[in-house]
């Protein structure tokens, strides 16, 4: 069996990572997110992106994957499982899950915003969030930015073509935690249904993918994942 997962900010807010949305409040509330996550916000306050980005790095690394993430790699034990995800953090790889394959890009990598090349000196930590923290600069002038794709910004093409390739040859698509809204990720169940791939929806609150999915969970990540690989030849005999 072949069985690919497509996973959003769900999964990871049950290990304590705050949606995007979680995290804009307090210090960051009076900010756009368009301003903190997009090229034009770094062109205009390098600064307070990077600031901003140092604090979530700070805390994906301070979580642990949870029940969710765990299950999910040890579906590897069984079937031949596939990784997607719209997430910035690391927390299906440190579950033990790969291949692992990262649509908007994570939070551990690192370049030049000017030459490309990849930056590798320690970060530092930053336990409490700061508003403004001006980057480091690369030996050719440039500033380093998080590996992170931001708004006005193209997907990545390896990563992309791995999961489109991963979904056309899955027998069951698992999609967790996503709110199904953001393109062109949220197209991949479509074109699965439009394969007749069996599509399972785990997610607590519906979604657009809802009313067309094989069949919906409402519970959370951490709650059905554990258990599903038990209801999936089910599935596919019917």
Request: charged share 20%; aromatic share 8%; with cysteine.
């Amino acid at each position: 069996m072949r069985i690919t997962v497509l996973s959003g900010a769900g999964i990871s807010a049950e290990s304590g990572v705050p949606t995007f949305r979680d995290d804009a409040t307090g210090l960051w509330a009076k900010y756009d997110p368009y301003e903190l996550s997009s090229t034009d916000g770094w062109q205009t306050h390098p600064e307070r992106v990077w600031a901003w980005y140092l604090w979530r790095h700070h805390l994906v690394a301070t979580v642990e994957p949870n029940n969710g993430h765990r299950a999910v790699a040890a579906w590897q034990d069984y079937a031949d499982v596939a990784v997607i995800t719209q997430n910035v953090d690391d927390l299906h790889e440190r579950a033990g899950s790969k291949p692992v394959h990262h649509l908007h890009g994570s939070l551990s990598e690192f370049w030049c915003d000017t030459c490309g090349a990849r930056y590798h000196a320690p970060l530092p930590d930053m336990p409490e969030p700061e508003l403004e923290k001006m980057p480091p600069s690369c030996e050719c002038g440039g500033l380093i930015r998080p590996g992170i794709v931001w708004f006005g910004e193209q997907l990545p093409d390896g990563p992309w073509r791995a999961a489109v390739e991963a979904v056309a040859t899955a027998d069951v698509l698992v999609v967790v935690g996503t709110s199904g809204i953001v393109y062109p990720a949220a197209g991949l169940p479509e074109v699965a249904l439009a394969r007749g791939t069996i599509v399972v929806e785990v997610n607590p609150q519906p979604t657009p993918l809802s009313e067309n999915a094989t069949l919906t969970i409402r519970e959370s990540a951490t709650t059905a994942l554990p258990t599903l690989l038990l209801q999936l030849p089910a599935l596919l005999e019917n």
